[in-house]
């Protein structure tokens, strides 16, 4: 039973964080993202401290967060 859990269960949660941490280590300036908190931006520049710095329209507000809050890159044809 543990088995069947083990590839069931944490092998596809295993993946998708080793997926995740990667996505966050290969941000970089100019990627459209989308945060767990539903804001759309630009990254405008990355921070030693692992924060980010993400332009936000129509007004251009800046906004500095966490690297690890980003929930996902928008791909370049969806961001309209």
Do not use: C, H, W
């Amino acid at each position: 039973i543990f088995v069947i859990f083990y590839f069931l269960l944490f092998m596809p949660m295993q993946r998708q964080k080793k997926k995740q941490q990667q996505m966050l280590a290969e941000l970089k300036s100019g990627d459209v993202v989308l945060t767990n908190g539903g804001i759309m931006g630009t990254i405008i520049a990355i921070n030693d401290d692992d924060s980010i710095i993400v332009r936000v329209k129509p007004d251009g507000v800046k906004l500095q967060m966490a690297r690890g809050a980003v929930a996902s890159l928008v791909k370049p044809d969806a961001k309209s």
